[in-house]
């Protein structure tokens, strides 16, 4: 039962710590590595940036290139190339 | 029949007339028109769940030498919820289209009218004129807002639009050649399916579909195209004509094909779950997010139908299409206020999203879980797998808009309320299996489609 208690205490303080000093520390001082002041940013903007890297995802991204021409290749390409497979099969 | 169409159709040929300057009042009789159509699809919706299908021949001539109009539980189904959306969108345009008032309500209704054509008929070739109708209409209004990003929008569409309606066209003409009739019905009593001939033709005719709601590997110009028009614009794009084309693609599997498995359609809707989901993580922008989120959506719903799991395909429909068009509604009144969101719409956004990641006891997961359990009781257990992983990038990509979305102004707008309540009360289940297992039941039933139509 007293362990139980201590757990909760210790649950307790920590989530008041993470809500109360990450944002303070990251607001008023931005974080320094080997001296060099760090741009500042966003713990989701890094987070979603290090998830893209690690999938690879720019590399599927760089098929919208937003122009018509590729599209219309890519479209026109793909159509063919499942027609004769789905035909096929 | 005819009065659920002929009344927005009317109505926007109506507008044309000098009579019609007053702007309150243009908005007003649009959505007047959409609720009395919605009325009368609701009230044939009754009797087609009572009774059975209804037949109505157009200018007395029967089918299969004229054109008959079907409404059955699947058409009525769609019908009706095409209907309740775009009466939401319209409600809400309301407030945020305030130029060209006319012009705008006036293609709403024409994209209204043929999304409801492509329901209704019982014909392949009107299907293809009102799909044509529709795609006129949302040509506009994409490029409705006349901005830089609006129009390259509005003529990539039309672009990609006009290469799928070509290659539609030529598999009808091509069916017409081989069967020498565009009766569905009659299209179904003719054919051989083990014709090599026709196989070519009818996947040419779904791929063409496919191109047009942008299922991997066609997908790559929607997000442009979300992004670049006005939020009711999208909303009606993604949840009125992909429930619409969806609808298309399903009437030809299950009730002319009579197909209810298909590997290659469901290895194709894996692959559009994932590369929509994952690109939707890299995007920036809100509405490019929710466009390559609703492809990923779009891959659920292709899942289930290609591997028989007509109901849950169908739950899901219908969630998603409601869901989408809350989302978008919610972002448009970012769009009113400055990038600042009101408190309802926040909260409405966040119940949308939280319904799509499958969160219970939210309506999307029991379609979700509908779909997952169905996959593992007929042993699909890596598609059950990939679809609950697929739900944990949902939630990242979700979780990435909530970041982005700021808390303004408090203005409440009815069409959210109601379409938020829509979304709570899809969640009552036992109500909706039952429905959604009669369309299963309807769209089963080929035989008596066939007989329904083509009766003397």
Redesign the interface.
Same mark, same amino acid.
Do not use: R
């Given at each position: 039962m007293i362990q139980l208690i201590a757990y909760l205490i210790i649950i307790v303080l920590t989530i008041i710590f993470l809500i109360k000093m990450i944002p303070r520390k990251l607001k008023k001082s931005p974080p320094y590595t080997c001296g060099e002041p760090m741009k500042f940013e966003k713990p989701e903007t890094v987070f979603y940036r290090t998830l893209s890297n690690i999938l690879g995802l720019k590399k599927l991204q760089k098929l919208s290139t937003g122009n018509l021409n590729d599209y219309l290749l890519m479209i026109f390409i793909c159509f063919m190339l499942l027609l004769i497979v789905l035909v096929m099969v | 029949m005819l009065a659920p169409y002929a009344v927005p159709l009317l109505i926007c040929t109506a507008f044309a007339l000098p009579v019609f300057k007053n702007e309150k009042l243009i908005k007003a009789i649009a959505i007047l028109a959409i609720f009395l159509s919605l009325s009368f699809v609701l009230s044939s919706s009754i009797e087609v769940f009572n009774s059975g299908t209804k037949v109505f021949a157009v200018s007395g001539f029967k089918a299969p030498f004229g054109i008959v109009m079907v409404l059955d539980k699947f058409s009525s189904t769609v019908a009706s919820l095409i209907l309740f959306l775009s009466l939401m969108i319209a409600a809400f345009s309301s407030k945020l289209v305030k130029e060209r008032v006319k012009e705008f309500y006036t293609l709403l209704l024409l994209g209204i009218v043929g999304s409801l054509g492509i329901v209704i008929t019982g014909d392949i070739f009107n299907m293809f004129v009102f799909t044509e109708i529709m795609n006129i209409a949302t040509y506009a209004l994409i490029g409705f807002t006349a901005k830089k990003e609006g129009l390259e929008a509005s003529? *990539?569409y039309l =672009?990609?639009g006009s &290469?799928s309606a070509v %290659?539609m066209l030529l598999a009808i003409s091509l069916l017409y050649s081989h069967v020498g009739t565009l009766n569905m019905a009659d299209i179904i009593s003719r054919i051989d399916t083990n014709d =090599?001939y026709l *196989?070519?033709i009818f =996947?040419?005719l779904i $791929?063409s579909f496919c191109?047009k709601i942008a299922v991997f +590997?066609?997908y &790559? #110009?929607k +997000?442009?195209v979300i992004s670049g028009s006005l939020e009711p614009v999208a909303a009606f794009f993604i949840g009125v004509m992909t429930t619409t084309t969806v609808y298309v693609i399903i009437r030809i599997f299950y009730t002319i094909l009579g197909i209810y498995y298909s590997t #290659?359609f469901s290895i =194709?809707a894996i692959v559009t779950m994932i &590369?929509g989901s994952? %690109?939707a $993580?890299?995007q920036k922008d809100i509405k490019r997010i929710l466009a390559y989120g609703s492809i990923s959506q779009l891959g659920y719903i292709f899942l289930a139908f290609s591997t028989g799991l007509a109901f849950q395909g169908m739950y899901h429909l219908v969630n998603n299409a409601i869901i989408e068009v809350l989302l978008f509604l919610s972002i448009g009144t970012m769009l009113m206020h400055k990038k600042m969101m009101e408190k309802i719409s926040m909260y409405a956004f966040l119940l949308g999203a939280l319904s799509l990641i499958g969160i219970p006891p939210l309506s999307a997961f029991f379609s979700k879980f509908f779909i997952i359990t169905g996959l593992l009781e007929k042993n699909l257990f890596i598609y059950a797998i990939i679809s609950g992983l697929i739900s944990i990038v949902t939630l990242?990509y979700y979780? *990435?808009i909530y970041?982005m979305l700021k808390q303004g102004e408090k203005k409440i707008y009815w069409p959210i309320i109601i379409l938020i309540i829509a979304v709570l009360l899809l969640s009552f289940v036992p109500v909706w299996l039952q429905i959604f297992k009669g369309v299963e039941v309807d769209l089963l039933a080929r035989n008596e489609y066939v007989s329904e139509v083509l009766r003397p």
């Open positions: - | 003529f *990539k =672009i990609i &290469v %290659l =090599i *196989k070519t =996947i040419m $791929l191109v +590997p066609f &790559v #110009w +997000p442009d #290659w =194709i &590369v994952f %690109l $993580l890299l990242l979780m *990435k970041f």
